[in-house]
């Protein structure tokens, strides 16, 4: 056995409608989610016992292993093969931020259990482990597939999306947190929204499909700038950026996307704002 390594990517909603909280206390939604070529990164190593190690630039908003969703996900993961908590030591170099809307704990929980179930060669698929994952939140199968997809019901129901293209973007986040559980009392208060399903763009290239993506909606956006007005700055600061075809806020925030027809555009837009706002982070990125 030996030593890997894997991307966890950061997910992008590229939409996101949101109805009515239902009997059960969830909330259904309707997204298109696409993921980043930026993320955490995951190294999980044979060990005598399973163990968790956090670095990284964001390790310190971090509590500690604690009941994080990798040991969560890998203590699952022992109990489905049978073979209680898999010996592994895994470290996790922390680069995205905490409570970001970029589905972080679920992406590091997913890229965990593909490296965990190769260094022990167990005999289970990927959707073996996207059952698994699910047991971690509504985030763990898309996560876990990283790949661009309608997601629908809580989440959970998952339709492929190849046709996307690579949509260059530029990732801020304007250093404040977003806990999910809190946007979505926010947005309780107000009128509901319908998780509805758009029907696809006409076609698939990237200014068709940005104009069709500016006809959709973030539902939760409103409430999150409404609890942390600095995503409302971020909001504002990415839209007047030379070249933003489109800026919205991810999942349940913090971070904000903006889109750009080149990834030239971006890498500019970038290098403007962290001149205007050195404090914040901002990474270029390809979308999907």
Not at 1 to 7: D, H, P, Q, S, W
Not at 75 to 104: F, H, M, N, S
Not at 166 to 187: D, H, Q, W
Request: proline letters at 8%; aromatic letters at 4%; one cysteine or more.
């Amino acid at each position: 056995m030996e030593t890997r390594t894997a991307l966890a990517p950061a997910k992008v909603n590229l939409f996101l409608h949101v109805g009515p909280v239902d009997a059960a206390g969830f909330h259904p939604l309707a997204s298109l989610v696409a993921f980043a070529d930026v993320g955490d990164r995951i190294t999980v190593a044979p060990s005598e016992r399973l163990s968790l190690t956090i670095e990284g630039l964001f390790a310190a908003e971090l509590a500690g292993p604690g009941d994080n969703l990798i040991l969560r996900a890998l203590r699952a993961l022992g109990e489905a093969a049978g073979i209680g908590e898999p010996p592994l030591a895994v470290t996790l170099d922390k680069r995205l931020p905490i409570a970001a809307g970029l589905g972080g704990g679920s992406s590091d929980a997913g890229a965990a259990l593909k490296l965990a179930r190769d260094i022990l060669a167990l005999d289970l698929t990927d959707d073996a482990l996207a059952d698994i994952a699910a047991t971690i939140g509504a985030d763990g199968p898309m996560c876990l597939y990283a790949r661009t997809a309608w997601a629908e019901g809580r989440g959970e129901r998952l339709t492929p999306e190849p046709r996307l293209p690579s949509l260059p973007a530029l990732l801020i986040n304007p250093g404040v947190a977003s806990p999910t559980g809190e946007v979505y009392r926010a947005y309780d208060v107000g009128p509901p929204a319908a998780a509805d399903r758009p029907t696809p763009p006409p076609a698939w290239d990237v200014a068709t499909v940005v104009d069709w993506l500016a006809a959709q909606r973030n539902d939760l956006q409103d409430a999150a700038v409404a609890r942390a007005p600095a995503i409302g700055e971020a909001l504002a600061a990415a839209a007047a950026l030379p070249d933003a075809r489109l800026v919205r806020m991810s999942g349940s925030g913090a971070t904000v996307f903006a889109l750009f027809e080149t990834a030239a555009a971006a890498l500019s837009a970038a290098r403007l704002m962290a001149t205007n706002r050195p404090r914040w982070w901002i990474t270029t990125t390809n979308l999907g």
